[in-house]
């Protein structure tokens, strides 16, 4: 089975809200939109994770202000020096 992206999740997610308004939802169906949008979210969260621990910032002089915090996954996933 090919990977499986935010996209195809949200693509099948949204043709189960328009069947949901128009004629409505089996138990079946249901459930196959409350595991999707599970998975969208966990998608979602893995994802926004990764960009937060990308993260550099700066303030206004160009001196670095990154939460030590986020330094510190960058240190032990090896994406930073200092």
């Known amino acids: 089975m090919a990977e ?3 996209d ?3 693509v099948r997610i949204n043709e189960l809200a328009h069947k949901a308004k ?3 939802l089996n ?3 249901k459930a196959e939109r409350a595991e999707l949008r ?3 979210l966990k998608l979602f969260r893995a994802s926004f994770k990764s960009q937060v621990e990308m993260l ?3 303030d206004k002089d160009g001196k ?3 939460p030590e915090k986020v330094r510190n996954i960058q ?3 090896g994406l930073r020096d200092n």
């Open 4 to 6: 499986e992206t935010m």
């Open 8 to 10: 195809t999740l949200l």
């Open 22 to 24: 128009d004629t409505g």
């Open 27 to 29: 138990d079946a169906e």
């Open 38 to 40: 599970q998975r969208y």
């Open 56 to 58: 550099q910032v700066y």
């Open 64 to 66: 670095e202000v990154t």
């Open 75 to 77: 240190r032990k996933k």
